[in-house]
């Protein structure tokens, strides 16, 4: 009886010929999400977050590289300080794309995350291809391979200066006219005041992009311009429509919402802006009906944008150090007044959310070409109604209204932010070529 148990298994087992185990690309987009959760899990910020998944999605597009060396450009000598990555062994086995999978499963927890947040999914990918039927060695080249691109991309990473700036000084809070101060309710120090000390990936340094300097603070001219766009934004949150309450929701991916009711305080999580347009990612590449190695260049290309972006971004705000509307409005006009959202911990001039959003829709207009019309699913998990979009240029211009809706920015901030976001995702996709030729 056992023998024949053991031969009705081994005949129901598929045959190890297929290319991939992962032909749909959902599975990349699915893999993704896995990360996006840990990241709202444990609450980490905007700007460390689109540090993993940079590095988690250029370690699975090296994956990709190698396996299909005719259709993609390895990053190695077009990023900042990458160098030569393994060989793919052409005489072995091997599922590429399960390869990128548990590279990007690797790379993505050993970056900040806590160790073994991955574990549990990566094991329920492997035990899928075994269930499937992939040989031993295939499934051992693979993981082996994934390992070597993984640890080549630990390498590179941990010279970008990220762990020097944990132990660097904290922000110094000098309470003096037009000076950023922590706002209500958290009153949190400013987040990451040295991320302009990171190494960029693309572009060439932190200050390549320089905006010009914010609207100098005056609050004792009332026809000058600061005065008048302090107003212009306490006016508009007096008087939001239901639609512009919606967008100011749509595109408020704060990771971590202090809400406080007498006594009792309690927090709510949501993924923070690059992992909202992660998620867009996904949506646009389902659309197109791209294939799992062009959906992988896709996140790559943007999560890239968005992580330059962010040290261009933080470099800036650190240097004008400007005061916060919510600040100025009660000190000045109305001591009672409150924005629509909650205003994030540091300070206002530039906009990071504003400038990441512009720098990924120029990564995505290059992947999937202009007017290129969808529906933003993102936030139906959290109570949100969608929204649909004609281009991901026209979702970065509402993300630019959005932040000053939620009275969380002034409006000619918001502008220059998304001006200088579109120039760094602008310089980046004309120096990076993922892919042998544009197929678009």
Known sequence: MP??????????????????FFPDPFSYSKTVKELNEV????????????????????A????????????????????????????LDTTKKIDVEFAALLAFCKVGEAVTFPEGSMNEYVDSLKKF??????????FDYSVSFADSISLAILAW?????????????????????????????????AIEPHWNEIRTIAIDSADQFVPPPPIAFNMTDKNGAYYKQVMASKNAIDSLTDEQKHIAMFWND????????????????KFSPPGHWMNIVGIASQKAKADFARTVAAYTLTSICMFDSFIQCWDEKFRSNMVRPETVINKFVDPEWRPYLQTPPFPEYTCG??????????????????????????????????????????ASDENNMARFYGGIHFHPTCLVSTEYGKKVGDFIVGKLKLERENIN
């Open 129 to 138: 291809v075994k269930k499937e039927g992939m040989s031993d060695e295939k």
């Open 353 to 394: 959310h504003s400038t990441v959003s512009s720098a990924a829709a120029e990564a995505l207009t290059k992947m999937y070409g202009d007017n290129f019309s969808y529906t933003d699913t993102s936030e139906l998990e959290f109570g949100i109604p969608n929204r649909s979009f004609t281009s991901f240029r026209q």
């Open 39 to 58: 990241v709202k899990f444990n609450n980490f910020s905007p700007i460390v977050a689109s540090r993993n998944y940079a590095y988690a999605n250029i």
């Open 3 to 20: 023998l024949v148990v053991l031969f009705t298994v081994s005949c129901a087992r598929p045959k190890d010929d297929k290319l991939t």
């Open 60 to 87: 699975a597009f090296e994956c990709i590289a190698a396996g299909y060396p005719t259709k993609f450009n390895s990053l190695t000598g077009q990023i900042n300080g990458l160098g030569l990555m393994p060989k």
């Open 157 to 189: 990473s941990k010279k970008d200066n990220y762990l020097q700036t944990r132990s660097a000084s904290k922000y110094t809070v000098v309470d003096t006219p037009g000076r950023w101060v922590p706002t209500p309710p958290m009153y949190s120090s």
């Open 254 to 269: 704060l990771p971590g919402e202090l809400h406080v009711s007498g006594h009792v305080q309690f927090m709510t999580k």
